[in-house]
């Protein structure tokens, strides 16, 4: 069974940039479809981004497009969410997820779930 640890996370001045990163344990990580997601205080979770196997394609939502990149290294058993000209509203706890099926922008399309890392975003 896949295990998914995500990290990157912190606190960034609006406009600024981060990088998360989450690592995955066991041998089958190609075998997934890897999505982003997160959620606000009193909020849903809401899809992000996703890429596929083996990362020719990816999907994101419309709030996130042209400044959020998503991205794989199946050799290194990694997805990586690249996050420029970040917004106040981009805070929250974000999740990275695998699952089977693409494209899948709702959680129920992912049955493996990271920790979550904080992304706090000041204004």
């Known amino acids: 069974q896949v295990q998914l640890v995500e990290s990157g996370g912190g606190l960034v001045q609006a406009g600024g940039s981060l990088r998360l990163s989450c690592a995955a344990s066991?041998?089958?990580?190609?075998?997934?479809?890897m999505g982003w997601f997160r959620q606000a205080p009193g909020k849903e979770r809401e899809f992000v981004g996703a890429?596929?196997?083996?990362?020719?394609?990816?999907a994101y939502a419309d709030s996130v497009k042209g400044r959020f990149t998503i991205s794989r290294d199946n050799a290194k058993n990694t997805v990586y969410l690249q996050m420029n000209s970040l917004r106040p509203e981009d805070t929250a706890v974000y999740y990275c997820?695998?699952?089977?099926?693409?494209?899948?922008?709702?959680?129920?399309?992912?049955?493996?779930w990271g920790q979550g890392t904080q992304v706090t975003v000041s204004s």
């Open positions: 890429v596929s196997w083996l990362g020719s394609s990816t």
């Open positions: 997820a695998a699952g089977g099926s693409w494209p899948a922008v709702s959680p129920y399309g992912y049955n493996l």
């Open positions: 066991g041998r089958t990580f190609s075998s997934y479809v």
